[in-house]
C-alpha cells in the first residue's frame, strides 16, 4: 500500500511569488492535514480537510489556502511568499477524522 | 489550547543504553502519537496509544490518559535510533495534532 506522497519534494521560490505544494494521501484515507515545522516554532497546524471541505484552521495568515478534490488529493498554495515561509511543509492522512495520522515526506520550501 | 511538552530536549546515550522519553499534555486528549523524525525530514509512525502500552520490538509506549503523561521506553539504543522523537496529540473537540517540542536522541557508537 503506497504511502503519503508529496510533490515537490525541494522548491527555491522568491520572494513575492506565490507556490502551490500537493499531497496524495494514502488509498482510502480521507482527511488531510497540513504542518508547517520551521525551526524557531517547531511544528505547526495548517489546515485540514474532510470530504472536500476544510475542517480546522490553524493560525495562518490568509496568504495560506488549501483545498481537496473529490479523490481526496489535497493542494496547499501560498501567496506572495516571504522569507519566513521557509519551511519543510508535510502532508498527514487518517483513515477519518480523529484517527491515527501517517504523514508525508514533506516538501521543504525555500524563499529566497 | 493544549500544551504538549516533552522532555528531556536532548539526551546523548551510548549504544546498548535503554531510555525513557516523557510527553505531558495539559488537557484530556483524543488520542496521542508517538513519531520518529528521519533525517529527511519525514515523521514515522510510532504509537498511536490514546491509553494503556503497547510493545513494538525494542520499542514500548504508555499512555496514562487520566494522569495526562505519555512515556516512549527504547531498549538496547542502537545508532539508527538517533534522531528526533515527537508526541502529538489532538484535543477532544478538535482534530489538529499539536506536537511537542520534541527530544533529540544522539545515540554514540
Known amino acids: 500500500k503506497a504511502g503519503v506522497t508529496q510533490t515537490p519534494r525541494y522548491l527555491i521560490k522568491t520572494r513575492g511569488q506565490q507556490v502551490t505544494l500537493s499531497c496524495s494521501p494514502i488509498?482510502?484515507?480521507?482527511?488531510v492535514s497540513w504542518y508547517q515545522q520551521t525551526p524557531g516554532q517547531g511544528l505547526q497546524f495548517l489546515f485540514e480537510?474532510?470530504?472536500?471541505?476544510?475542517?480546522n484552521k490553524g493560525n495562518f495568515p490568509g496568504r495560506f489556502s488549501g483545498r481537496q478534490f473529490s479523490n481526496s488529493r489535497s493542494e496547499m498554495n501560498v501567496s506572495t511568499l516571504e522569507l519566513g515561509d521557509s519551511a519543510l511543509y508535510l502532508c498527514?492522512?487518517?483513515?477519518?477524522?480523529?484517527?491515527?495520522?501517517?504523514f508525508g515526506q514533506g516538501t521543504r520550501l525555500t524563499v529566497v | 489550547g493544549i500544551q504538549v511538552e516533552q522532555s528531556p530536549p536532548d539526551l546523548i546515550l551510548q549504544e546498548g543504553a535503554n531510555s525513557t522519553l516523557r510527553c505531558n499534555f495539559s488537557?484530556?486528549?483524543?488520542?496521542l502519537q508517538w513519531f520518529h523524525q528521519n533525517p529527511w525530514g519525514q515523521l514515522i509512525n510510532l504509537f498511536y496509544i490514546p491509553s494503556g502500552t503497547k510493545q513494538n520490538g525494542r520499542l514500548s509506549a504508555t499512555t496514562v490518559a487520566t494522569e495526562r503523561y505519555s512515556l516512549l521506553y527504547i531498549s538496547s539504543s542502537q545508532t539508527t535510533d538517533s534522531g528526533v522523537y515527537f508526541c502529538a496529540a489532538p484535543p477532544f473537540g478538535n482534530e489538529k495534532l499539536t506536537f511537542g517540542t520534541g527530544t533529540r536522541l544522539t545515540i554514540i557508537p
Open positions: 488537557d484530556s486528549v483524543n488520542n
Open positions: 488509498s482510502g484515507h480521507r482527511s
Open positions: 480537510y474532510f470530504s472536500e471541505t476544510q475542517r
Open positions: 498527514a492522512s487518517s483513515l477519518t477524522r480523529n484517527t491515527e495520522a501517517f
